[in-house]
């Protein structure tokens, strides 16, 4: 079934001095063949360690910048794909488009179809809510974990935070992406991110996943994905063995401290947080010290 989409033009990517990286695509995706996903491909191609970098909403993978040399230069490869609606891959036009399965599944389908192994989950918002779901169907692939402001949602409610960002989203005539990085990330984003953030939508008709995701994450009972949030629940408490390394954007005021201290508690052996004072939701922004110190702790 063919999906009706947007391509963001190349040219709205042509400024991009502190993204270097050229995208890699794919439009072949078992279940998503009319659809183009873009994804950056960085360091050795042959390393023991893939650090999977998944960003969230209203992001792309530009968020992974201030992290990706610091894992090449370890000696490490580094997947970081634009989620379908988001940076340079293609966006589905029909809000319904985007469920969390639709998501959730071509994830799992890039996963298979690169045969990443030896994966250390690097993920924030979306890419934690639908990231931290994965390991748990494909167990063999994943050892190791980093993550950052984000949850698993599993019907249990949210904070008023949350549900007031998500009505915000439901009713603005237009979502300002870059003025929302902005207002969160203050002095950690130049001129350039700003530009760079603006970047995958020339006009709101390009937004359909902005709009949508806030609606999708799965807080209420009977919504799409609690199964998912259950079983990764259970998967992180009871099975999960390898290593992990938080990092906690403090003056986040949707997922900040309370959340993720009850996320840690969810993660079987995960150590105490990092803290980072100045940080917000947004913790890629300060992204260099955060993987710095996760390479650090991960080789202890």
Known sequence: MSIKALRTPEH????????????NYTDDLPGYESLRMAYI?????????????LHGEPTWSYLYRKMIPVFTDAGHRVIAPDLFGFGRSDKPVDDQTYTFDFHRNSLIA???????????LVCQDWGGILGLTLPMDMP????????????????????????????????APEI??????????????NLLDIVAY???????????????????????????????????????????QGKSFMAI????????????????????GCPE????????????????????????????
């Open 198 to 240: 603006d970047a995958p939508f020339p006009d709101n008709s390009y937004k359909a996943g902005v709009r949508r995701f806030p609606q999708l994450v799965p807080v209420d009972p009977d919504m799409d994905g609690i199964e998912h949030g259950h079983r990764a629940r259970a998967f992180w408490q009871n099975d999960w």
């Open 176 to 189: 300002p992406v870059a003025g929302l990085l902005a207002s969160d990330a203050g002095t950690a984003l």
């Open 140 to 171: 063999e692939r994943f050892d190791q974990l980093l993550v950052m402001n984000t949850a698993i949602p599993a019907g249990d409610g949210a904070s008023e935070g949350f549900y007031r960002w998500r009505q915000f989203c439901a009713v």
């Open 110 to 120: 890039l996963i298979e179809q690169l045969n990443l192994t030896k994966i250390t």
């Open 12 to 23: 709205r990517f042509s400024v991009l001095p502190n993204f270097p990286y050229q995208p």
């Open 249 to 268: 954007g403090m003056k986040d005021n949707v997922l900040g401290e309370d959340v993720m201290e009850q996320l840690r508690k969810t993660i079987n």
């Open 41 to 53: 491909d960085e360091g050795d191609k042959n390393a023991e360690q893939v650090f999977l970098c």
């Open 273 to 300: 947080p990092m803290k980072i004072a100045e940080a917000g939701h947004f913790v890629q922004e300060y992204g260099e010290q955060v993987a710095k110190a996760a390479l650090a702790s991960f080789t202890n």
